[in-house]
Structures are given as C-alpha cells and as structure tokens.
C-alpha cells in the first residue's frame, strides 16, 4: 500500500469499520487504496488505510484527518473524530501531543549565493527589517530571468540539458513588507525596460505611423483593383504591402508582467524573444488560471502555458479570440512573494497536482518578522543597490536576444554532490518514503531534475557575462545542492501547511495567540469575546478548542482550558 509500505489489506477485513465512518467504500485495484471522499479536494480521492482500516492519508499527500466520509453527516464526522482520537491516546488514555504539521524549516543559506550577491540580499534584509529568505528568492527569480533563453547548462556525459528559468514562489502572511521587497529586487529589470522603450520611441512612434499610412493605402488599393478601375500596375504594390503588414509591429523589450491571461501571456512570449517574467506580490496570475475570466465557471483551468514554459515544450496557440502564436521553445520565470493563501489556492486550482504545475514550484516559507521591526530601520546601503543593479543591466545587454543561446557545460568531476542529492531524494520516494505520496513524489521529482538550473544561476552569478568561458567548480554545485535541500523542507513543509483545513489552520493561531501573550489557562468566554485565532462563530471556536484538545494541547478542567506542559514546551521561545 502506498504510503505504510504494505499491501492493502482484504476488504472483508477492514469494510465493516470503514463503513461505520464513511459511505460506499470501495476498492482501488490501481493504487492499492480504498475510494472515499477527502474533504480538502472536495471529489472522490483514493484513501490509504492501514492494517486495521484506520485512515492513512490520501494519494494527494493529505494527513489522516483531512478525510472525510462521504455522507458529510455530523455524527459521521463526530465518529471520525472519535476513531481519530482513540489511535492518539497513549496507555494512560489521555491524548498523545501531536504538533501542527509544517513546523521548523531552515533559514536561506546565504553562504550558498557568490559574495556580493550575498551582500546585497543581507542589506536589502537589514534595510527592509526581513528575514533574508524574501530578497534572496526575489534575486534568484531575477537572476532566471535573465539568463531565460540565453544560457542552458549541459552535462557533458549525457548530454543532458537545462534551461535557467525557475517558478520561484515565497510565502509570508500580510505586514511582511512583501510589496516592498518585490520592487526593491526587480527594480533593474524594470529600469532597463524603461531605457530600452525610450531609446526606441521615436522608432515606434514613426514605425506606427507608418503602419496606419500603409493600412490605409492598402485599402484604397483594394478599392480600385476590386473596381477594375486604373488597377493596372496596383496589385504588385498591393502585394507588397500585404507582406509588410504581415510583419509585427515594432514594439519596445518587455521583461516583467504581473498578471497576465494565458492569451496574453502567450503573446508576450511570441513578441519578446520567447521570453519573459511574472514578478509580484500577488498571485492574480493563479487566479486567471483557475478562469477568473473565462466567462464560464464550468470551464477547465487554462494553464497548458505555464506547463509549456517551465520546461521549454513547443506549443501551439489557436484561440478565435486572439492572434495565433507558435512558440518553439518558450521560458518563462515565475517570481511571486504573496500570502500563504496563493498557494492553498493553487493546489485547489483542478489539475494543478496532477498535471503537474504545483510540482514545478520551488516554495519558501518566510517567518513573520512583523513583530521584531522598529519605526525607523537602516538606511539603505547606496552601494550594494547600485552593484546589483549594474550587474544585472550589464548580463542584459550581455546576452541579447539575437545571438545564439550560450551553453554552459558541467563536466561529471564535479557533479558529485548532485549526484549524491538526486540518489538521497530518489530514495525517499521509495514506498514508505517521506517522498512517496503522489503529490510529494511528484515534487521530489521535478526538484532533483532542477538543481542544473540552480547551477548554472549560480555560475552566472558568479561569473557574470564570462560564466560561459569560465569552468564550473565543484563548490557552485555544492552551493546549488545547499538551495535544493532548503527547497525540499520548505516544499514539504509549504504543502503540508497548505493541505490543513479552516478548523486546523484557526487551532494553530489560537494557540500562536497564547503563547505570544504568555496565557497559560483562559475560559471560553475570554477566547469567543475576543475572537481569538480567528474564531468569529461559536462553532469555529469550538472545532477549534477540540482540535487543540485532541492534538495535546490543551487540557480542560470544568469551563477552564489550561496549556498543557507540552505546548508550553513547544511555545518557549516563540
């Protein structure tokens, strides 16, 4: 059975308990499981039991109490909880301490980023007053997006190559100065746009012009040829004009978009070189996927672009709507720092697991630094900014679009730590691996495969424009491995996060709540008045105060609810 390393036990054995909890249960021959419904993808999903038919986990990599029995029926639910509750009790029978999944997670190794790099995200930091994990996810993003389709890296035993572009997104919830960091970052991409679309205006304003003189004649020309009147010596002009206004319009380099529809984006890819960047602090663009604006709500999520771009796949764009676009080998990198939400939102997002747009993502987890920030930080280090930017603009006019794609190779002496990275990550999507349910087996997957790019980032970073003439060094690809191993935790740590429901999420910031306000014990009344984590309705208090009870942390003595030593344990500090 996937997921406990055994096979799925006989159903006579286990069918009487499971449909004491949940309705029309019934054998998956294909993933060893048993079909019920799970209440965070809202449809049926294989469910994982174990040997005594208790609930496992569900092939989307939910825990055991995101599921939830088909009859959605409160005493359904209350028997759930009950058979939940009897596997978490110890020998004594009171309840095990069981900690809110997608704790601890590392900081951002900023010693893995070449020295000034790393000067620059530790200023930006003390500058901004934020951890260094949202300006160094930010410089990686800007750094992909600007060696897309310009530098690959290539293996030089297999042959095997990867592009640069990466789908970086960072997670902080709100008042972490997410905005501010964004513009800080991007701000040279965008500095270079604005330079290159003055120094072309007056070339499009008279190629616009030109364009509306053309239409116009053509027209007029169509006119008398149609006519049959004085056409002589007209349709070879015509024809000539019908060539050029085939041709695109002259436009300025775009770089940077926020939200832009598929359509769109697929134009922006077409009109720049099949490049660009999605940068942000807000996840609009998930949103547009999901068919904010399809006009049908019944519509499947449009999001074969974003698949497409990622790994550079050639696509084909016939909308009756839009222009139509062939693009060979797009890259698109995707830089967002937005609230937790984003990303809860994608997974919800129908075939974002399963086609594989979630697996594709490398996610950090920031921690709150809101409540540590004065009135008045640090001023900004003037030097630091100006080296980051002149270093970027120099890579941009370094690697234009119209000289062939540079390749950096990795000789196989120096791949050993990727090499030992991939081995460790393919070894935990083994069978009862901390890898192998399907969403986070799918992650693994896509991650090992992209520790090249962060190489070939790194190199450049390093390097600059010569990284190509410049040999790769063992240490780039120990620092590569450095930033792979922090995405893995926070992926695993981001989707865990993601997956808890409404009741989960409000237990954990009532309890946040108390160990930030040193409360030890509190009546209910203290906590409904005061709309503690979030607890607006009587009853999401109480799911919630049972939820707290359940996982050890709370006990309760007559209508007083007291911090067990536990949870104080797990709040020192905090």
Not at 44 to 69: L, S, W
Not at 358 to 378: D, F, T
Not at 448 to 463: F, K, N, P, S, Y
């Amino acid at each position: 059975m996937p997921g406990t390393g055994m096979s799925a036990p006989p159903i006579d054995q286990v069918l009487e308990r499971l449909r004491s909890v949940y309705q029309d249960v019934r054998p998956d021959k294909k993933f060893g499981g048993y079909e019920a419904k799970c209440r965070h993808h809202k449809n049926r999903v294989t469910v994982f039991f174990d040997e005594k038919g208790r609930t496992t986990g569900c092939m989307m990599g939910c825990p055991p109490e995101h599921i939830e029995a088909t009859d959605d029926t409160n005493a359904n639910r209350e028997e759930t909880k009950a058979n939940r509750e009897e596997t978490k009790k110890g020998a004594s029978g009171a309840p095990s301490f069981e900690p809110f999944t997608g704790g601890e997670v590392p900081p951002f190794p900023v010693a893995a980023l070449a020295p000034w790099l790393a000067r620059y995200v530790e200023a930006v930091a003390k500058h901004i007053q934020v951890p260094p994990d949202g300006p160094a996810i930010m410089v990686l993003a800007t750094l992909a997006a600007v060696c897309a389709k310009r530098t690959r890296v290539r293996r030089l035993a297999d042959g095997y190559e990867q592009p640069l572009n990466l789908y970086l997104v960072g997670l902080a919830e709100s008042a972490e100065r997410k905005s501010q960091i964004v513009a800080e970052v991007v701000q040279p991409l965008r500095d270079y746009e604005m330079r290159i679309a003055e120094e072309m205006h007056e070339q499009v304003t008279l190629a616009a012009e030109q364009r509306r003189v053309e239409e116009e004649r053509a027209k007029w020309i169509r006119r008398k040829v149609a006519s049959g009147k004085g056409a002589q010596g007209l349709r070879a002009e015509l024809d000539a004009l019908a060539i050029e206004l085939a041709k695109p319009l002259l436009r300025p380099l775009r770089l940077v978009t926020s939200a832009p529809t598929q359509g769109a984006l697929e134009g922006l890819l077409s009109a720049n070189g099949e490049r660009m960047a999605i940068m942000g602090a807000e996840g609009g663009v998930f949103g547009i996927v999901a068919g904010r604006f399809s006009g049908n709500p019944k519509a499947p999520p449009d999001m074969d672009v974003l698949l497409q771009a990622w790994s550079g796949d050639a696509g084909d764009s016939d909308r009756k709507t839009t222009t139509s676009t062939r693009l060979k080998a797009p890259a698109l990198t995707i830089g967002l720092f937005v609230q937790p939400q984003v990303l809860r939102e994608v997974s919800n997002i129908y075939g974002a697991e399963e086609k594989g747009l979630l697996s594709r993502l490398l996610v950090a987890r920031v921690e709150s630094n809101a409540h540590k920030q004065k009135y008045i930080g640090e001023p900004m280090d003037l030097g630091r900014r100006d080296d980051w930017r002149k270093r970027v603009a120099e890579l941009l006019k370094a690697l234009p679009a119209d000289r062939e794609e540079r390749v950096i190779t990795l000789p196989t002496s120096i791949l050993g730590p990727a090499e030992a990275f991939f081995d460790e990550v393919t070894a935990q999507m083994a069978p009862g691996g901390p890898l192998a349910l399907p969403a986070l087996r799918a992650f693994g997957s896509k991650l090992r495969g992209q520790v090249e790019r962060l190489i070939g980032i790194l190199h450049v970073a390093q390097h600059g424009p010569e990284a190509q003439d410049i040999d790769c060094t063992e240490a780039t690809v120990e620092a590569a491995v450095m930033l792979a191993r922090y995405f893995l935790e926070h992926g695993k740590a981001a989707r865990k996060a993601t997956a808890a429901d409404p009741t989960i999420a409000r237990a954990h910031r009532l309890i946040e709540h108390c160990w930030f306000n040193h409360i030890e014990s509190f009546t209910r009344r203290d906590a409904q008045m005061n709309h503690w984590g979030g607890c607006r309705k009587p009853e999401d208090l109480d799911a919630a105060l049972t939820e707290l009870t359940q996982r050890g942390y709370l006990t309760r003595v007559k209508n007083t609810y007291h911090l067990t030593g536990a949870a104080k344990a797990a709040g020192a500090g905090k």
